[in-house]
């Protein structure tokens, strides 16, 4: 066994569903990335098919240990085995300079804030080492799911970046309904947060696009109630949709708002989920503040790519030229795969080809990103974007 590395990461990708034979795939794929270093903490990102309680057996029986968290995702990417529906990546992450510790916060839905307070309280509390990165994979569904960046922003104060996503339900949904699972250690959760704090000398550099581009004027959003929009320049909503994607069109994800940030000057967006005909109003995947300013957005598909270049691009250009990246992270939009469609397996092409070719890469598509925007380190909610992170020690 050589000297552990600053900082190693591995992943074991497999589309076996049966939990032991998934397991055993990828643990060995991972041993042979790691080359005899111990692994101190995983992600897990799985598809709802796996056998996840046997897989999560066999895992933590061979590295006892080892901290794991993630979530299921409509589809895993990865330098392991790139995009492959119904896949499932074990990502291992081994150090001798940095911490890994683990927090859990329960009952989300009826208190995001206290869980997302307790979650990280508990992984601070496990390392005397200053963070340096906090990775979340949470539910996000009946509940505003910005309570949870504003309150994590809180507690880890304004210098530690937070990235992530939200588990994904089963998609198509069907009934009986089963949402979006996370896992924490052999559990598997719901309505849960775990998190991986990483800690020490770590260099981090997070770049965040989407590709989208605004059409028309910009709007004032004059009556909201959270993620609920009644009406944009006093008139309702829809006639603000209508005025740009002709008479009787509603809202649809292909045409998220882009609401500006006031702190960084930039947008992020937000994805209209559903028309209430009793009210007139939009339901929006996220709060939608009144008094934001807004616009209209469109894309097609090749300019979603070119968002996802451009998030790489970002990212490589914030990492610190004295430094060498070891490892990326991606967070992607599921509905960035429901709109691709066949060109999907694009964006984790497009993702590698703008890194060198030997980087380890692991990255999932989540029901929201969880990511800082610009140069403010505060952790916000998006919809639809692409969140490239990179590290090295």
């Not at 795939?25 to 995983?42: D, F, S, V």
């Not at 150090?95 to 869980?115: E, M, R, Y």
Request: proline share 6%; charged share 20%.
């Amino acid at each position: 066994m050589g000297v552990p590395a600053l900082l190693k990461m591995a992943i074991g990708q497999t589309d076996e569903l049966e939990g032991s034979l998934a397991a055993e795939e990828i643990l060995e794929q991972c041993t042979a990335a790691l080359g005899g270093e111990k692994p101190q903490a995983a992600l897990l990102l799985a598809s709802h098919d796996l056998e996840v309680e046997e897989f999560l057996s066999v895992v933590t029986t061979a590295h006892p240990e080892m901290h794991l968290v993630g979530c299921t995702t409509l589809a895993p990417m990865s330098s392991a085995a790139d995009y492959a529906e119904g896949s499932t990546t074990l990502t291992m992450f081994a150090s001798d300079v940095l911490d890994f510790t683990v927090g859990l916060g329960t009952d989300v839905v009826a208190d995001a804030k206290s869980a997302a307070r307790q979650a990280v309280e508990d992984a601070n509390r496990e390392t005397d080492k200053q963070p340096a990165l906090l990775i979340v994979t949470p539910t996000v569904e009946q509940f505003d799911p910005t309570a949870i960046t504003i309150e994590i922003g809180e507690v880890l104060g304004p210098t530690v970046p937070v990235i992530g996503g939200g588990a994904v339900p089963d998609i198509p949904i069907v009934m009986p309904w089963l949402g979006g699972i996370q896992f924490f250690g052999n559990q598997v959760l719901t309505n849960s947060l775990p998190v991986l704090l990483i800690s020490g000398p770590l260099n981090v550099s997070i770049g965040v696009a989407h590709g989208w581009s605004s059409v028309g004027r910009e709007a004032v959003v004059t009556k909201s109630d959270d993620y609920r929009v009644h009406e944009i320049d006093n008139e309702p909503i829809l006639d603000f949709y209508n005025r740009y994607l002709g008479a009787g069109t509603e809202p649809a994800v292909a045409n998220p708002l882009a609401i500006l940030d006031g702190t960084t000057g930039q947008y992020y967006l937000r994805a209209p989920m559903a028309y209430d005909e009793s009210d007139g109003s939009v339901i929006f995947f996220g709060s939608v503040p009144q008094g934001a300013t807004v616009r209209l957005t469109m894309a097609s598909t090749e300019e979603i790519l070119v968002g996802t270049e451009a998030s790489v691009a970002e990212a490589m250009a914030g990492f610190p030229d004295d430094a060498t990246p070891e490892a990326a992270l991606i967070a992607s939009c599921a509905v960035r795969s429901m709109l691709l469609g066949t060109r999907t397996s694009g964006e984790i092409e497009r993702i590698r080809a703008g890194l060198s070719a030997d980087l380890p890469v692991s990255g999932f598509y989540a029901f929201g990103e969880i990511a800082p925007l610009g140069v403010d380190s505060t952790p916000r909610f998006h919809n639809e974007t692409c969140v490239t992170v990179l590290m090295g020690t």
